[in-house]
């Protein structure tokens, strides 16, 4: 079956601008987690949807967004781009969001803000 | 809260050498505990995981790690590794039992020296 697909792989943008990122979990899987992955910072939870609703949020500014569609596809938004957001953004799917079964990862969407 | 401490940064070894990561956790109560693989311009694989029972587990490549509840931690280990096991990896931890977040450590990049 097809993995985690993030889109796009490559994002340049420009400081003040926003950004709308995308995940499409493997089928079936109903819970969505974003990371933002830093050198030195190691992954940095962002928030995770399940069923459409935020479950849980990391220590984030309200600049970063996300929402979940009844497919279960995910978006994340950053408003106002700052030269620190530049990082891979990384989407992990799971069926429930149970952590014994493991986060299957998307390739990312490596976001450079110049 | 949980969390995870990846002391080393960067393990160089060469190949056919042993190699061991170090990965200690931080946690109260019952946990479940992750090691993920990172290769190049990729996402995170699972790469095993500790849930319940035995204490040594196992991937399909060759690695292990033991769970050690009074020194809480969560070492990965190969006993003679390749270059192809060059990548960054990332223990995990989280709390056991139904929805948990997930938390990360910093990872270590393993570069394998031919």
């Known amino acids: 079956k097809a993995g985690v697909t993030q889109t796009p792989r490559y994002l340049i943008k420009t400081r003040g601008q926003q950004v709308t990122l995308s995940c499409s979990p493997i089928s079936g899987h109903r819970s969505v987690s974003w990371y933002q992955q830093t050198p030195g910072q190691g992954l940095q939870f962002l928030f995770e949807y399940f069923s459409e609703t935020q479950r849980n949020k990391g220590n984030f500014p309200g600049r970063f967004s996300g929402r979940q569609f009844s497919n279960s596809r995910s978006e994340m938004n950053v408003s106002t781009l700052e030269l620190g957001d530049s990082a891979l953004y990384l989407c992990?799917?799971?069926?429930?969001?149970?952590?014994?079964?493991?986060?299957?990862f998307g390739s990312g969407t490596r976001l450079t803000v110049v | 809260a949980q969390s995870v401490t990846q002391l080393d940064s960067q393990v160089p070894v060469f190949e056919e050498a042993p190699v061991e990561l170090r990965c200690n956790y931080s946690s109260s109560v019952s946990v479940y505990l992750f090691w993920y693989v990172q290769y190049p311009n990729q996402g995170l694989q699972l790469l095993l995981k500790?849930?319940?029972?035995?204490?040594l587990v196992k991937s399909i490549n060759g690695f292990e790690a033991e769970f050690n509840k009074s020194q809480t931690s969560f070492h990965l280990r190969k006993p003679s590794v390749h270059i192809s096991d060059t990548a960054e990896y990332f223990c995990a931890v989280s709390l056991s039992g139904g929805y948990q977040k997930v938390t990360f450590g910093t990872g270590t990049k393993l570069q394998v020296i031919p």
């Open positions: 992990a799917s799971s069926l429930a969001g149970d952590s014994p079964y493991g986060y299957t």
């Open positions: 500790y849930l319940s029972g035995s204490t």
